[in-house]
């Protein structure tokens, strides 16, 4: 019973460790995709002005 426990105890380690960098990766991505659409909404709004190309 207590192999069982410090098993399971590990396992969890592991995982909320896993869980940390997950969450940390997916706020650096949104941090990145924030800036981004910032950086790209001039130049967005611009394009769709245009006019479209003719084949």
């Known amino acids: 019973m207590d ?3 410090d098993t399971l ?3 969890i380690t592991h995982l909320s460790a896993d869980f ?3 969450r940390q990766a997916m706020q650096l ?3 990145r995709l924030e800036q ?3 950086n790209t909404g001039d130049l967005k709004s611009s ?3 245009a006019p479209p190309p003719h084949y």
């Open 3 to 5: 192999e069982t426990v």
């Open 9 to 11: 105890n590990e396992q």
């Open 20 to 22: 940390t960098l997950a």
């Open 29 to 31: 991505m949104n941090r």
């Open 36 to 38: 981004l659409a910032a």
């Open 47 to 49: 394009q769709d002005d």
